[in-house]
Structures are given as C-alpha cells and as structure tokens.
C-alpha cells in the first residue's frame, strides 16, 4: 500500500511539474514573458528596450517582462536551452545567427499572427511598418519567425570634407578604386585604415570581392564542398589576387597588421587615412574622435568588371526578435506590436544611433548613406554570406586564420586558395 501511495504522489508531483512549466502564470496571476536579450546592460539598445519594457508593463498590468542581460553569446545560450525544453519566451540576435541556430533546426514558433495585427496608437498593420522586402528576408516555408528592428550593412566609409579638399569622388569600379587608393598615397596620406588585430574585419575584403565576381551563395558553397573541389573555380583566385593586390601596393596603412583595435578607426577619423572598410556601426563608434567639420558618408563596395554582383546588391544584417519552440506567442506578439511604434523604434535611430527597419523614420545623417544602399538595393545577403553562421567551426578555424595570412601578405593569392582547399577538405573529413 505505501508502495502505491508513493507512486500516486509522484505522478502528482511530475503533473504539477509539468503544468508549471508549460505556463507562463505566475503565482499572482500575471502572464510573463521570459527574455533573454542580446544586449548588455548600459548599452544604448537596453536602455531604448528597457524603456519599451517598462512601458508595455505600465500598459499591460497583467503582464510582466522578465529580460535577462545575457550579451552577445546568448543564441547559444538560448539553443541549448530549447534543445532541454527550457527556452525563453523571446530572444534577439543577428538574423544569420538565429537561422542557424534556431530556424533551421526547428526550434522556433511562427509569428504569422503577427503580420496583420494593428500596430497600438497607430492602427497600421504590423507588416506594412516595415522598409520593403526587409521582414521578408528570413521567410521560410511561408512562415515568419524573425523580425528585425535594427539594420545593420558594411561599405567604405570616408569623410566628404577630406574627400573634397582632394578633389576625388567615391568609385564604381575595382579600377577606379584602386586609382583613388594611389592618389591618396601619391599625396602622403594612408589610403585605407585596418585594425588587423580583428579577423572579421580583414575577412570584408575577400568576402565583398567574392559576393562582386560571383553573387551570393558562392562563398557557402565553396565552404560547404567537402572535397574543397568548388574554391578551384578561378573567380576565387581572381578574388584573392585583387586582395594581394592591394597589400602589394601597400594600401593599407603602416602597422595595420599589428594594430590594435580601435587604434586604426580612431586615426582614420582623427584624418591620418582616407577609408575604411566595415560595418555601418562605425560612425557612433568614432564620432568623439572626428573633427567638427568632419562628414560621415559611405559607398558601397565597388563592382569588379565581368562580375555578377553590382553595386545595387546590399549586405542586409539585420537584428531582430525571435520566439524559441515554446514561446507564449500571443504574450510574444502583443509586447512586439507594442515594440514596434513609431515612438519607441525612433530610439533606434536617436539614441543607439543604427537604422530602425520602419520606413518612415530616416536614419542618423551619419547613416544616411548606408540607408540609401539598403533601401535602394535590388537584392539583398546575408552578412559574410552567412558563413559565420551556418559553419561557425569552419569560419573560426580555417576561414579567418587564412584570410589573415593574405591580408597581411604571408600567404600569396595562389597559396592562399590552394589551402582553403586543402583545409576545407581535412575540416569536412573529420566531421
């Protein structure tokens, strides 16, 4: 008989267990939402989603938000935690980050009910907000599981002032570029700015010479070709000697190779060089280290004659929100139309200083030049052409101690492909 009590009052606690952890009531009766933010505390992007927060609770009595502060690992964090069953009900990352660690495999909720739901206070249907073809971009099988707040791309950027008081104009082409790169140096001044010390920072160069000569995809397929076969294609070698190219001339200012970020930005934007090749952030970055009549302007990575890709095909890097397998959806997609206003997504722009994915809110002026290559783009890819996320091991451990050895001339252009070749294949053999 105490045999059979006892098991009544396990199977007792194992119910009560579970029904714990399939609700999102807490003991006051309150819905909550679990979220795991990328962001850390004191950043401008928590303090602007600290604000919504506290704001949709004073609107919602009934719900609470309970954020945790977690950094930028937290898509690994947030994957183990739905592999176990414990995943949060919202989370945020690059949207190639959240493809590859939770769309594609599954662990994810649709938030399709989301789309023609009413922004609050506005009226206006949640997907119509959006810039065109930007909430879109991480459809799969016509569901909508990301959605994007911040856009992020990468070109060169470069002070109009200086660019002026030298006569020149942003180039089109790889040709014009590189005659831009031997004026400047003709004059004294340090063409292009590098902190080498950075590895996905040297990694633009090869990655936007590849996404020029062949489109997107091209860089994924060579990476996941397990005979290392597809990096024999000459376009990649062609990639790769336009990149030595551009060390053999010696381009890049003097030390870049042992520079120390953010010593190189902080000389470009102190006037020591004339352009620098990364991500749209850079602007807030260096701003307390420009000068008054200093202004920020970009241009998009030059096309390279017979290539497939154009100036008209822009990197799309978005961040956004997501709703692991598990989620509370309804809870999930009353506090993202909330978040989504006009109000609340104006500090996107004003305090975090990036580009809100809403189409009537302009960007930064600093930014204004990466918006129109956004907006005004034919087509779109991912960041590295989402190398880092769909092949994280293979881009830490062959990719980018490669890509540093031709940037910094230790490898030259053949050398340099026949290992990525030889690499990918041994990296493959052993998965």
């Known amino acids: 008989m105490g045999k059979k009590i006892c098991s009544v009052i396990s199977i007792l606690l194992v119910a009560v267990l579970l029904l714990s952890a399939c609700s999102s009531k807490t003991s006051s009766g309150k819905t909550t939402i679990k979220y795991w933010s990328m962001w850390n505390k004191g950043e401008p992007q928590q303090v602007v989603i600290q604000k919504i927060i506290d704001e949709f609770e004073d609107a919602n009595p009934n719900v609470e938000v309970d954020v945790q502060w977690m950094g930028r690992e937290v898509m690994s964090k947030v994957r183990n935690a739905a ?62 599981y990301f959605i994007p707040y911040e856009i992020i791309s990468s070109g060169f950027h470069y002070n109009e002032t200086l660019f002026n008081k030298y006569g020149v104009e942003p180039p089109g082409t790889w040709e014009e570029f590189v005659e831009l790169n031997k004026k400047f140096q003709s004059e004294g001044l340090a063409p292009l700015a590098q902190d080498g010390n950075i590895d996905f920072y040297n990694a633009y160069y090869y990655y936007w010479l590849v996404e020029r000569l062949m489109g997107p995809g091209a860089l994924l397929k060579a990476a996941g070709d397990k005979t290392g076969e597809t990096w024999s294609q000459p376009e990649y070698l062609e990639a790769a000697k336009k990149v030595q190219e551009l060390v053999d001339n010696k381009f890049f200012a003097d ?44 241009f998009p990575f030059p096309k390279v004659e017979g290539g497939k890709g154009g100036t008209d095909q822009a990197e799309l890097y978005l961040i956004g929100w997501v709703a692991p397998k598990g989620a509370d959806k309804k809870a999930v997609q009353d506090f993202l139309a909330f978040a989504m206003q006009k109000n609340y997504q104006e500090g996107i722009v004003k305090d975090t200083k990036n580009i809100s994915t809403r189409k009537d809110l302009e960007a930064p002026e600093s930014l204004a ?32 101690p490669l890509d540093d050895k031709l940037i910094f001339g230790e490898l030259d252009a053949e050398e340099f492909v026949q290992q990525l070749q030889e690499q990918t294949k041994d990296y493959w053999s052993k998965k």
């Open 255 to 298: 030390g870049y190779k042992g520079s120390q970020y953010p010593a190189a930005q902080t000389a470009w934007a102190s006037g020591k060089s004339a352009m620098i090749l990364v991500g749209s952030w850079l602007s807030s970055e260096t701003a307390e280290y420009s000068s008054k009549d200093f202004k920020y302007k970009a």
């Open 83 to 144: 592999l176990s069953g414990d995943a949060p009900d919202l989370t945020e990352q690059s949207g190639a980050e959240v493809e590859g660690a939770l769309i594609n495999n599954k662990l994810v909720e649709p938030l399709n009910d989301l789309l023609s739901k009413k922004i609050p206070n506005e009226g206006t249907a949640f997907q119509d907000v959006f810039i065109d073809n930007i909430l879109p971009f991480y459809q799969k099988d016509g569901n909508t």
């Open 369 to 400: 030049n990466f918006r129109d290559i956004v907006v005004n783009a034919s087509s779109y890819h991912k960041e590295y052409d989402g190398l880092q996320a769909e092949y994280p091991d293979w881009w830490k451990t062959v990719f980018l």
